[in-house]
């Protein structure tokens, strides 16, 4: 069964008696001392109530069955000026504002509150409220990722690679949600800075944009990627031709020059 005990009353033996003054006063003077004080006397019990498990007492976690109680909590506490400014209380009116839809009374009742469908929902919303920087990405999964640049030898003489450092040049961590798109410039730059930058970038096909490239070559960097689009078709394209500076077949795939061209 559920039992309610009024806040207010004072305890027999004091639960918190183990605990020296310096902890008490941490204790005390930390959210749980707020909570205690300020926000558990105002909670609207009865509202509450059917959300828990009357034989463990336990909330439902998920956000479609607690999505009316934040939007009660937000509300009651919204003007309260110590609440106002808890990061708990600023982690509910992120949640309300990023998951949940708030639809207008009809009829003097009162507001319906509904999750928003995924699809809605931006991939930079609160993820953790424990880690409320982290995104989110359908490719990426829930939290953050590294843009990490090394250097490399291309050479295959065993002699020379036993010889040659690959040194990491290149380290930055951004949320999951960021394209990797975003990430070559900021790290032509870094390394730039530091005279680290290289003069030729190997990268995936997402690094390697049309813009990405002209604001690379600016920097004197060559970047070679993989281009967007699916791989070619079987048999031979224009690229396997050689071609003179003006346009004109030089040769064909298996080294012949044409008979004639146009």
């Not at 993820?127 to 990722?145: L, V």
Request: hydrophobic share 35%.
């Amino acid at each position: 069964m559920i039992s309610r005990n009024d806040p207010r009353q004072g305890h027999l033996i004091d639960p918190w008696a183990h605990l020296g003054p310096k902890r008490r006063k941490l204790l005390e003077n930390s959210w749980a001392g707020l909570f205690r004080q300020e926000i558990l006397a105002e909670l609207p019990v009865d509202q509450i109530a059917p959300w828990f498990r009357s034989d463990l007492g336990r909330p439902s976690k998920e956000l479609y069955t607690v999505c009316q109680e934040i939007f009660l909590l937000v509300e009651r506490f919204g003007e309260h000026p110590e609440v106002s400014r808890m990061l708990s209380y600023r982690m509910l009116h992120r949640v309300l504002h990023e998951h949940c839809e708030v639809k207008p009374a009809a009829d003097r009742g009162p507001e319906e509150i509904t999750v928003k469908p995924a699809r809605e929902i931006s991939a930079k919303s609160l993820q953790n409220p424990a880690d409320p920087e982290a995104g989110y990405s359908g490719h990426k999964g829930q939290g953050y990722q590294v843009q990490v640049m090394e250097t490399y030898c291309d050479s295959e003489a065993p002699q020379v690679k036993a010889q040659t450092l690959n040194l990491i040049t290149h380290v930055a961590v951004a949320p999951s949600y960021e394209s990797d798109t975003q990430a070559l410039l900021p790290a032509l730059k870094d390394t730039q800075a530091r005279e680290l930058g290289p003069e030729e970038v190997l990268a995936d096909t997402p690094y390697g944009s049309d813009d990405n490239c002209q604001q690379a070559a600016a920097l004197n960097v060559e970047v070679v990627a993989p281009v967007t689009g699916p791989p070619p078709a079987a048999g031979f394209s224009l690229a396997d031709f050689q071609m003179s500076s003006e346009g004109l077949v030089l040769a064909c795939p298996q080294g012949e020059a044409p008979v004639a061209t146009n």
